[in-house]
């Protein structure tokens, strides 16, 4: 797969923001060299994203596999008729997975 100019930006922004390498490759679905040669230049001279632009802190792993599990509450609650808690679910769902993580 090959990362775009916008993509760069976001990997340097998040370089530049301290997170992990292996964080920031499996966000992208790469290895960890494709993010170094980036930082090393390899898109040429690309500023670093803004923060706002930027995904969330943490590994993407566990942040999906949590957020999961409250789109399956959710559809428990649709199924059942609950629409409210339905939306509960899911609004604490992206909160969570939204949270900066170290």
Avoid: C
């Avoid at 930027?54 to 399956?72: I, S, Y």
């Avoid at 609650?77 to 969570?96: I, N, T």
């Amino acid at each position: 797969m090959s990362l775009s100019n916008n993509d760069a930006a976001i990997v340097l922004g998040m370089s530049a923001r301290g997170d992990k390498k292996h964080d920031i490759a499996a966000w992208f679905g790469e290895n960890q060299a494709r993010i170094a040669e980036i930082e090393q230049g390899s898109h040429g001279s690309i500023k670093p994203a803004p923060s706002t632009s930027l995904p969330p802190k943490g590994a993407p792993g566990p942040k999906g596999r949590r957020l999961r599990a409250f789109v399956k509450k959710a559809h428990e609650a649709l199924v059942a008729g609950d629409a409210l808690l339905a939306k509960k679910y899911l609004e604490d769902g992206v909160a969570q997975y939204d949270r900066n993580e170290a």
